[in-house]
């Protein structure tokens, strides 16, 4: 499956990633490999051989391994806050569905079994729960579940499709995009679902996945309205929206760094997508893999 459109404009990254979505799953947060703890670790999701698996890398680009040897689609990676677990999803079922495995991807277990696409795992900062996108009630919208499966419930229930979930880091609040006014912007709501509240404002143009920050101060997050796609970042109430990669090409998937001082993303600058680094200033936008394949889906280990 090749989801590469070549073009300019703010077009392909929005359809890769929501190819992406569609038939991959997601998250992004951990460790494992052959070191299951430590700051120092990046997950991600590859097509570098041409199915999409989860790889786990130094924080430098370096070690770059896979971490589960199967012919299933895997992707969009999520660690506990503890480091020790990897929520992901998995096509193997024959649909998307939410799966939890060790740092090292062993010990799998499934947690949702529900013929819909269930996808994207956010964990809650005290590793009880997990927040996931679904369309099983129609478009997707937010749900959350026990970190075991157990009571899964809508958060949002909205006509439109609601994506990407993001908690803050003291669990109070959940972080999402939303197409309720037309167009994609990133609401705030509390953990039960109550108060979602549009905090970007920018009907001109698409805002999606917010990555909260761990200090809760700050949003980053994915936008076209600067012509292609590029990082911002917010506070967390919405002010002083700032372009950090100013980059033609198109950027997505901002993840902040263990200490919170780099935000990695990814980007097609160099042909395919990458995953890089950069300070949280937009400086010193470094490439991390180099692989003919899409590299997406960067997730730091806590
Ligand atoms: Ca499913
Ligand atoms: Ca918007
Ligand atoms: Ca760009
Ligand atoms: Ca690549």
Not at 83 to 96: D, K, T
Request: a negative charge.
């Amino acid at each position: 499956m090749q989801v590469r459109v070549h073009s300019q404009g703010p077009q392909p990254l929005l359809l890769v990633v929501t190819l992406l979505l569609l038939s991959i799953a997601v998250a992004c947060a951990g460790c494992g490999g052959e070191s299951p703890t430590g700051p120092d670790r990046i997950a991600f999701t590859s097509y570098r051989d041409a199915n999409f698996e989860i790889y786990v890398m130094n924080e430098d680009g370096s070690n770059q391994t896979r971490l589960m040897q199967n012919k299933n689609e895997e992707g969009r990676p999520a660690w506990s806050p503890d480091g020790s677990r990897l929520a992901f999803a998995s096509h193997r079922e024959g649909n998307w569905d939410i799966y939890v495995a060790k740092g090292d991807g062993t010990g799998e277990a499934r947690l949702t079994e529900n013929s819909a696409y269930d996808e994207f795992p956010a964990w809650s900062p005290d590793g009880n729960s997990i927040a996931f996108q679904s369309d099983r009630d129609g478009p997707y919208q937010i749900y959350v579940m026990k970190a075991d499966g157990a009571g899964q419930i809508p958060l949002t229930k909205e006509k439109v499709n609601d994506r990407t979930p993001s908690w803050s880091p003291d669990g109070s609040k959940i972080a999402f995009s939303s197409e309720r006014d037309g167009d994609k912007e990133i609401y705030i709501m509390n953990a039960d679902g109550s108060a979602q509240t549009n905090v970007s404002n920018r009907p001109e143009s698409e805002e999606w996945f917010p990555a909260w920050s761990n200090d809760g101060s700050k949003i980053a997050f994915t936008s076209d309205r600067d012509g292609n796609w590029e990082i911002y970042v917010m506070n967390a109430d919405g002010s002083s929206q700032t372009n950090l990669t100013g980059h033609q090409a198109d950027e997505g998937c901002p993840a902040w760094s263990a200490s919170g001082s780099q935000i990695a993303f990814i980007s097609d600058r160099d042909g395919n997508f990458e995953i890089y680094v950069m300070n949280v200033d937009g400086s010193d936008q470094t490439r991390l893999t180099r692989s003919a394949g899409d590299d997406v889906f960067p997730a730091y280990c806590p």
